[in-house]
């Protein structure tokens, strides 16, 4: 594993002086976007997993190559994990998409968590491991937290942990949740893994401070 990851490096030293005007006009409006037709095909797979094995369900959005959903099959084993990323080429290094447990499909996280909301679907856990952080100031909009589909997040609710290498982006993610009227807690990980992820490994390994970022959304 190499060991020289770069630590983010932003023009933007605290929570982004914009973020509760952003984030507070999200939640005023409906995020409304047209679903491409490679997601609904994505969705049709998971509808016809929960349909032939109905299980809860725990999201892994933004799961790269499925990693983390493979360690997460074993830590929820009554669970059906749905590890969703938009790269074919992250995706194709796991070696299965429909495993056991865990499904991964290709596909904008998004679009899949409209889906979920609309058919009443909730997961019960949602992780969010390493999203990409997107450092410059004027990109907040495309942070989860910065995003017009935040609002989906917290209709589809259940235990949400989000994790980073750069604590403004937890602590932004955090102060949105705030602001949505829910209130959770920042944590630094440990040093030494166990590691859920490959980019967790590599941000170990360079020596970068991890943060955890968990709440509780009741949908
Ligand atoms: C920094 S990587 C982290 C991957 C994995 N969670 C890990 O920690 O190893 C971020 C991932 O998000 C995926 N991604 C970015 N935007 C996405 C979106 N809107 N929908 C689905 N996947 C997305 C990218 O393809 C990439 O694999």
């Given at each position: 594993m190499q060991a020289n990851s770069r630590v983010v490096s932003s023009?933007?030293?605290?929570?982004?002086?914009r973020l509760a005007e952003v984030v507070g006009r999200h939640l005023r409006t409906t995020h409304r976007a047209e679903i491409s037709a490679h997601n609904i095909q994505a969705y049709e797979r998971l509808s016809f997993e929960i349909k032939a094995r109905p299980r809860p369900l725990v999201l892994d959005s933004f799961c790269g190559t499925g990693h983390s959903t493979a360690a997460l099959a074993e830590r929820h084993p009554g669970h059906l994990i749905v590890g969703i990323d938009k790269s074919a080429r992250r995706l194709a290094k796991h070696p299965h998409s429909l495993r056991g447990n865990y499904l991964l499909l290709r596909a904008d996280c998004e679009d899949i968590w409209t889906l979920l909301a609309g058919d009443g679907l909730r997961p019960d856990y949602h992780y969010m491991l390493y999203p990409n952080p997107w450092p410059k100031a004027a990109h907040l909009q495309r942070r989860i937290h910065g995003?017009?589909?935040?609002p989906l997040l917290l209709t589809l609710g259940g235990t949400i942990e989000l994790r980073s290498n750069w604590k403004i982006y937890a602590e932004e993610f955090g102060c949105a949740m705030h602001l949505a009227g829910h209130r959770g807690r920042i944590v630094r990980l440990a040093?030494?893994?166990?590691?859920?992820t490959l980019f967790e490994q590599k941000y170990r390994c360079s020596g970068h401070a991890l943060w955890s970022y968990t709440v509780n959304v009741k949908p």
């Open positions: 023009n933007q030293h605290s929570v982004h002086p995003h017009p589909s935040f040093n030494k893994g166990p590691d859920l």
